[in-house]
């Protein structure tokens, strides 16, 4: 018999959905001071478009923190923090330093010394991707099956909340109380996210007995088993090529926003608009239409036809870089892709699902969702130097184009290894 459905009642009274909207808080407020963020900061400080461009290889933590993912698994927290657990305990050990981190960077100068702040965005990143995989074993170890889809909600509701206030919200008010003050204030907010550890239960699966066998040998057999069993199925080199590529247009275009929309004379306040709640209302409900194609046309139909609804929006960036100062093609462009991202990005996350075995699910997951933003950690890094060479038209016209391999590559597997269609 299938899990019976939470009522509302129940959601809205369950204590554990409103701990997974504060922990996506925490989780979702970092992302943007090594990202877009930190990349305004650093145009208005005149740093070179190289040099942005290369702050895309900050994201790395965030791709490769499965690397260290099986130490919070395996290893106890230290000291006297192994009393609040393996879960609890290890986020108590990770937040301080992600408050300390942050508190750098309010400290530091874009302008005379961008390498410290880009060293200082480099430890957010670190610390903020350890804090999400302590987050993420929270979420599935304390709810059950029937619950997991209200607390993905309710975290991703946080977490867009969050990166709404260090985007778009520290931007503006860097305009009334400057960077320093700005960044300080989230660092004063992240540090809420110490006092959520402590509200927060222990899950149970969390105290698990260890065997004989060294951490070492689990973490590698945590590793290969999951690998192996992947690597096994038809198909699976195209499919890890395709999930790299799906977001290469993306990460090309993305990293360089920035900077592109100052050098078309768009202020603080006008950036500051333009990635605020219209934005995030525009990606959020492209989200969930991108979730009623997928149960209404099929997950092969589905990717394909948001893929290249993705791809033709980029255009619009190459109109925008001829219009310098017209702020309603501005709003209409970033609202407009940020509801075609939204699109296209629910039904890649659902076909991503869709290639996990049940057994392996969590890692599969985990391995597939660092792989796909290799893009904008490593080509992206490019972004700046390219730019430099073609301008901005050109570049944004080079940044559509990359995004024809990975779509080029979704045909050719949707029909040589097509996904099992799950009944809606």
Request: proline share 5%; net charge positive; aromatic share 10%.
């Amino acid at each position: 018999m299938p899990p019976l459905k939470p009522s509302t009642r129940t959601l809205l009274t369950d204590r554990r959905l409103w701990i997974i909207a504060a922990f996506g808080f925490a989780s979702g407020l970092p992302l943007a001071l090594s990202g877009f963020t930190l990349r305004q900061w650093l145009t208005e400080g005149q740093v070179s478009l190289a040099a942005i461009g290369l702050t895309a290889n900050i994201g790395l933590s965030y791709t490769l923190k499965f690397l260290w993912a099986p130490l919070l698994d395996e290893v106890r927290p230290p000291g006297a923090l192994a009393r609040f657990g393996q879960r609890r305990g290890w986020l108590l050990m990770v937040q301080p330093f992600l408050v300390a981190s942050i508190a750098w960077l309010a400290l530091c100068d874009a302008a005379a010394a961008p390498v410290m702040a880009i060293i200082a965005a480099a430890c957010i990143a670190f610390f903020s991707a350890t804090q999400d995989i302590a987050v993420d074993a929270w979420r599935i170890e304390a709810f059950d099956q029937r619950m997991q889809g209200a607390a993905l909600a309710g975290y991703v509701w946080g977490y867009r909340l969050a990166m709404l206030i260090s985007g778009a919200g520290v931007i503006a008010s860097a305009g009334l109380i400057g960077w320093h003050g700005a960044l300080g204030a989230v660092a004063v907010l992240s540090a809420l996210g110490i006092g959520v550890t402590l509200l927060a239960q222990e899950a149970p699966a969390a105290a698990r007995k260890r065997g004989g066998a060294g951490w070492l040998a689990r973490s590698v057999t945590a590793f290969r088993d999951p690998l192996r069993d992947f690597l096994a199925r038809p198909g699976a080199l195209a499919i890890i090529a395709y999930v790299a590529l799906f977001n290469l247009g993306e990460a090309m275009a993305g990293v360089m926003l920035a900077p592109f929309y100052r050098h078309l004379g768009f202020d603080r306040a006008a950036v500051a608009t333009a990635i605020g709640p219209f934005s995030l209302i525009a990606t959020m409900t492209g989200i969930g239409l991108g979730g009623w194609l997928v149960a209404r046309i099929g997950l092969q139909r589905a990717l394909i036809s948001t893929g290249f609804i993705q791809m033709a929006a980029m255009a619009l960036y190459v109109l925008l870089s001829t219009l310098p100062g017209n702020h309603p093609v501005l709003y209409f462009t970033v609202i407009t892709e940020a509801f075609v991202q939204g699109l296209a990005t629910s039904a890649f996350l659902a076909y991503l699902s869709g290639l996990c075995a049940r057994k392996f699910a969590a890692t599969h997951y985990a391995l597939l969702t660092s792989v796909a933003p290799i893009a904008s950690h490593t080509v992206g890094s490019l972004s700046g130097f390219l730019v430099q060479i073609t301008g901005w038209t050109l570049f944004y016209t080079l940044a559509m184009a990359a995004a024809l391999p990975g779509m080029l590559l979704m045909l050719y597997i949707l029909r040589r290894y097509p996904p099992q269609e799950s009944t809606p």
